[in-house]
């Protein structure tokens, strides 16, 4: 269940910033955020299982971001990894089979550009308008409650002019259970209704949050949390992106 808000183009000072949850069974193995060694200059986390991560940047001036979305058959085995989607589109490779994935909601960032890619009901790529943006595992921009929650803090952020990324963390801290008073029943069932899930089997292993500024300087922050929500590590890497983000864009011919 994980959750995610993304400012694009929406204020004078930041091009992109990104605040959310990666939400995992506690069993599945990862690493933590880091510049990956193989070549592809991927700054990420890694599913040791899948191969591929859940959110991730290069200096090239990428950003992809992927959630599962929540069909009521679940996820089929032996489909190829939706992680493995995110390390194509970093890399500018043509992913393969997006249309035999398990379903997913996708932001790329790239050449200047931001778009949502899905592959259900049918497979779709639609440009992102200069704006907050919510992802979760329902519909792109549905207003789920704990989707709004972050959203709003994003606003916030930016209201504030604030420049320290860390100040966003809290928010993805949040254990209230978030609920639409008019509509109880909109988004997921209640033990999924927080921004963070504290659940010793399967919760919030994760809070990232990315910020890059008009000049192209970055920074990425990542919270890791144990089974019983404990702190275990916090890592911060800065990077920088073309001004310009001059480019070719991935070649996406199935969308």
């Known amino acids: 269940m994980c959750v995610a808000a993304l400012a694009w183009d929406a204020h004078p000072s930041w091009l992109l ?5 990666r939400d995992e069974f506690h069993a599945r193995p990862a690493a933590p955020l880091s510049r990956w060694t193989d070549g592809t200059g991927i700054l990420a986390g890694t599913d040791l299982t899948g191969g591929g991560t859940w959110l991730g ?30 390390t194509d589109l970093l ?18 960032v790239e050449a200047g550009s931001a778009w949502f890619l899905t592959n259900h009901p ?10 907050i943006h919510g992802l979760s595992n329902g ?6 409650p ?27 801290r949040d254990e209230t259970p978030a609920v639409d008073s008019a509509r109880p029943h909109h988004g997921p069932e209640p033990r999924f209704a ?22 192209g300087h970055g920074t990425i922050v990542e919270r890791s949390f144990s089974p019983e929500g404990h702190v275990t590590g916090v890592r911060k890497e800065y990077f920088t992106w073309p001004v310009s983000q001059a480019g070719q864009e991935t070649d996406m011919t199935g969308f």
């Open 122 to 131: 049918q497979l779709e790529r639609r440009r992102l308008t200069p704006g």
């Open 57 to 86: 940047l290069t200096d090239a001036g990428r950003f992809a971001l992927v959630t599962n979305y929540r069909v009521p058959e679940g996820p089929q085995p032996g489909r190829p990894s939706r992680g493995r989607l995110v």
């Open 17 to 21: 910033v990104c605040a959310g949850n």
């Open 194 to 215: 927080p921004v963070f899930i504290r659940n010793e089997i399967y919760g919030t292993r994760c809070s990232t949050v990315v910020a890059i500024s008009r000049d």
């Open 139 to 144: 519909g792109f921009d549905v207003p789920w």
């Open 146 to 172: 704990k989707t709004v929650q972050v959203e709003r803090a994003v606003e916030q952020w930016l209201a504030r002019g604030e420049t320290d990324v860390s100040a966003l963390l809290p928010a993805l």
């Open 91 to 108: 890399t500018g490779t043509q992913p393969d089979s997006m249309a035999a994935m398990n379903p997913f909601n996708l932001v790329l």
